[in-house]
C-alpha cells in the first residue's frame, strides 16, 4: 500500500528538492512522507477500527456466555424446585 503511494509522487518534486539542496533526508522529509500521509492515516483509521470491532466483539462473546450462564443457573433452580 506504502508502495503505490509512492509511485503517486510526481518525480519532479524529488528533482526540484535536489536542485534545491534537499539531499536523501530532505527528500525523505520534505517531500515522501507528505505524499504518503494520506496513506498513513488511512492504515492508521483502518487499525483503529479494527482495533474497536475486536473489543466489540469481546465484549458481545463475554455477554453471551454470561446470559448462557444465567439461563443454565435458571433451568437448575426450576429443576430443584420441581423435586
Do not use: F, H, W
Request: hydrophobic share 30%.
Amino acid at each position: 500500500m506504502y508502495i503505490s503511494g509512492l509511485g503517486a509522487i510526481d518525480d519532479e518534486l524529488y528533482d526540484a528538492c535536489t536542485v534545491d539542496g534537499g539531499g536523501r533526508l530532505r527528500k525523505a522529509l520534505s517531500v515522501t512522507i507528505p505524499g504518503i500521509m494520506n496513506v498513513i492515516i488511512k492504515q492508521y483509521y483502518e487499525k483503529d477500527n479494527n482495533q474497536r470491532d475486536s473489543e466489540q466483539l469481546g465484549y458481545l462473546k463475554r455477554r453471551a456466555e454470561n446470559y448462557k450462564t444465567m439461563r443454565e443457573a435458571r433451568i437448575q433452580k426450576r429443576a430443584e424446585a420441581e423435586e
